[in-house]
């Protein structure tokens, strides 16, 4: 088999409301040492600049295609939509959201690396997040990991290098053989999507930090944080594909952890006075899977949370006491070092 060594990379941008950040990342893509690649950038009915600069930009690269959404989308709808105008002679496609940007060698060690392997159906690589590097933890050099064992390590929560879609580079083949790429009833479908591809490819990996992701509190983002849904995240993901990469023993034992650690978790926000938007989104997301809020165990937080409150309330006085005048005996002499080591 003869291999292309520059085969066609589908880059795809969905936009909305990016301007602030939207040129960077389309210059980041024009920088790319890896030159045969396509740039489809789907605007998502934007009301600020956004579509303006995209166009700006197509004005100058051929290669650069912009699609101008009729009609506005939900996030998911959106990204699936992007995916659905990558060209069909694409071995590959890049994602990279328009607040992200990428590293001029991204694509090219990407590449490089899913063409090592026909097994590999998805790459990722660390990332600069903000301002720290993450999706780290692979023993280097290992290049490729079976898709099973990647999952398993995954959802027995010793190693995490998904990232975000920006993160990865995905083969062409497994979006187009999909209706829909990303689970629309999810929102973390980006994670969903990787255990769905890897039940039939291998993890490839590029010891080199390829790719940048902003985090701000705008549009999603900002709901995502203000919901906390990560955890009924992982929770899906686990009920949907633990059966799959899991013994039965090691996925009854992981989910039982997951729900006791999801109503502490729970009990924990009593205290932060959450509104009935957020005790609902986890009631009914909760419901979804078959579950259901426990109270007692709720309460049991709770109550753990008060007696923790109420005894450093208890030490703080002691020493208060201590502080304000002196210690007649050696035992309160003692007593005051001991109270001050705990608090």
């Not at 920088?31 to 956004?50: F, G, H, K, L, M």
């Not at 039965?248 to 729970?266: A, G, I, V």
Request: charged share 25%; net charge neutral; with cysteine.
């Amino acid at each position: 088999m003869v291999i292309n060594s520059h085969p066609l990379v589908s880059v795809v941008t969905p936009v909305y409301n990016t301007e602030q950040y939207l040129a960077e990342c389309i210059e980041s893509v024009l920088a790319q040492t890896y030159q045969n690649w396509e740039y489809v950038i789907v605007n998502n009915c934007s009301t600020d600049r956004s579509l303006q600069i995209a166009e700006h930009y197509a004005r100058q690269d051929a290669r650069i295609r912009i699609h101008n959404n009729e009609q506005f989308l939900s996030q998911m709808q959106n990204w699936n939509h992007a995916l659905h105008h990558i060209s069909a002679d694409s071995r590959y496609c890049k994602v990279v959201h328009a607040d992200d940007w990428l590293f001029p060698e991204c694509i090219t060690q990407m590449v490089a690396a899913a063409e090592a392997n026909p097994a590999i159906g998805l790459v990722g690589a660390y990332r600069l997040d903000e301002d720290q590097v993450n999706l780290d933890g692979l023993p280097f050099p290992s290049t490729v990991v079976p898709g099973r064992e990647i999952c398993r390590i995954h959802l027995l929560d010793r190693l995490y290098l998904f990232g975000s879609p920006t993160s990865l580079l995905i083969r062409s083949d497994l979006i187009r053989n999909r209706a829909n790429f990303y689970s629309e009833s999810n929102i973390h479908a980006d994670k969903e999507a990787c255990f769905d591809i890897l039940q039939e490819s291998d993890f490839g990996f590029v010891h080199q930090v390829l790719t940048y992701t902003r985090r701000h509190n705008e549009s999603t983002t900002s709901a995502l944080r203000r919901l906390e849904t990560y955890r009924i995240g992982h929770l899906k993901i686990l009920k949907k594909y633990g059966p799959i990469f899991l013994t039965p023993d090691e996925y009854e034992q992981n989910l039982k952890q997951r729900l006791d650690s999801y109503h502490k978790f729970l009990g924990q926000k009593v205290f932060e006075r959450k509104g009935k938007e957020f005790w609902d989104y986890h009631r009914d997301e909760l419901e979804k899977l078959g579950f259901s809020i426990n109270v007692r165990k709720i309460i049991k937080v709770v109550l753990l949370q008060l007696l923790d409150i109420r005894q450093t309330y208890a030490l703080l006085k002691a020493r208060r006491r201590l502080d304000q005048k002196p210690a007649a005996t050696a035992d309160a002499k003692r007593w005051k070092v001991i109270s001050t080591q705990e608090i």
